[in-house]
């Protein structure tokens, strides 16, 4: 962007969803080519005819310490004016970015706009070849469908390649366009910052899931409540109360392996985790409930030899930590001996362990799983994606 155009500060034209690498950090956050594609969507923008304000968009790679990255995105997804994912099979899977644009959606939907109108504007990043993504990229697809290239390879082979500059430009000029149009005609007014978590829709999908119970004292089943699920308070289960809570660690790690995710709270059923690989998470305190012990047991019923357990208590409250450790004890000792449980007592070990557990575990159920659904209707045999990518084989 040229140095003399009069910026307005706060004033966002756009705010950049993506996937980040996978260890993001201050340097790798936002890959090398998401952040080419923003600086040069800006100065496509700051090169729009017109007598306007120079205003900015955010991503959060821009925020430098000691600003606080988190709560800059909170405010910048609440006063942009146009919302630009860049869609690929993993931002279209993951929970995390699939929550930013719903946020944004219902933001839309407060001021009386349509969800489906100017103020998102898709970027076809990655093509998808899965069929229940087709919709979502057809959406990215609209603003140059006659761009072959853009439609064959996504933006991402378009900034990377010389043979493609082209095209590259043609489509940032019109995304540019787009979001100046936008923003100077049809101004969205700011919305309160976002607070606490945003559910988002079930993700559509025919692939096999990655299955994440939780087992703990607020969510053992009740008969008052529907079929004694309460998925969203499993969803927020915080073993280690100033961390966020755990089921999203294990989310990452099964996107990162490219598989959706399910999150529920436990209800004994042998065929819990009949045809999917998955994880049981359980709070050690349940063993201190009067129906405790009988819901482990009722959970190790349910195990398969693709299905991993994680014991995961907090020892660091004061005076705490005999006590932390004997509910381990208690709990590790219902388990089979054939279980050996990924038994935690501080963040830092559950980090380390999930993301090898769930790797292990979607292993095993490629290796061992159920060839084909248990009995019933004849349906689509099981896969953990619709189409493998030609770079990836099975893991061993």
Not at 111 to 118: H, I, T
Request: charged fraction near 25%.
């Amino acid at each position: 962007m040229s140095h003399d155009s009069p910026v307005l500060t706060g004033a966002r034209y756009f705010f950049l969803s993506y996937v980040p690498p996978p260890t993001p950090n201050d340097r790798t956050l936002g890959d090398h080519w998401v952040r080419r594609f923003f600086y040069d969507l800006h100065l496509a923008i700051d090169g729009q005819p017109g007598a306007r304000l120079r205003r900015r968009g955010f991503a959060d790679f821009t925020v430098r310490p000691p600003q606080d990255r988190a709560e800059q995105r909170r405010l910048a997804l609440a006063e942009a004016e146009v919302f630009v994912p860049l869609y690929s099979p993993d931002y279209l899977n993951r929970n995390d970015s699939r929550r930013e644009r719903e946020w944004f959606r219902q933001r839309l939907l407060r001021a009386g706009r349509a969800v489906d109108g100017d103020n998102i504007l898709p970027v076809l990043w990655t093509p998808s070849p899965a069929a229940v993504h087709a919709l979502d990229q057809s959406w990215a697809l609209a603003l140059a469908t006659d761009v072959d290239a853009y439609v064959a390879h996504g933006m991402s082979a378009l900034c990377r390649l010389q043979k493609y500059q082209g095209a590259y430009k043609e489509v940032l000029g019109r995304l540019a366009r787009h979001i100046v149009e936008t923003a100077e005609r049809t101004p969205l007014q700011p919305a309160e910052p976002p607070s606490g978590r945003t559910d988002v829709p079930p993700s559509p999908s025919s692939e096999v899931p990655f299955l994440s119970v939780v087992l703990a004292p607020d969510l053992l089943p009740h008969p008052g409540r529907r079929n004694g699920r309460l998925p969203a308070h499993a969803e927020h289960w915080r073993p280690f109360h100033d961390r966020r809570p755990v089921v999203d660690d294990v989310t990452d790690a099964a996107q990162q392996l490219r598989m959706p995710i399910d999150v529920r709270s436990f209800v004994p059923d042998v065929d819990l985790f009949r045809g999917c690989p998955g994880i049981l998470i359980i709070d050690p305190w349940v063993v201190e409930t009067e129906d405790g012990t009988a819901a482990v047991r009722a959970a190790v019923d349910c195990l398969h030899g693709w299905v991993g357990v994680a014991v995961v208590i907090d020892e660091s409250a004061p005076g705490h930590r005999a006590h932390a450790r004997g509910l381990l004890d208690r709990t590790v000792a219902l388990l089979p001996a054939t279980v050996r449980p990924l038994a935690v007592t501080t963040y830092d070990e559950w980090q380390v362990g999930i993301r090898g557990l769930v790797g292990r575990m979607r292993r095993r159920y490629l290796d061992a799983g159920p060839a084909y659904p248990p009995p019933g209707p004849p349906i689509t045999r099981p896969r953990l994606w619709e189409h493998p990518p030609a770079h990836e084989g099975v893991d061993t």
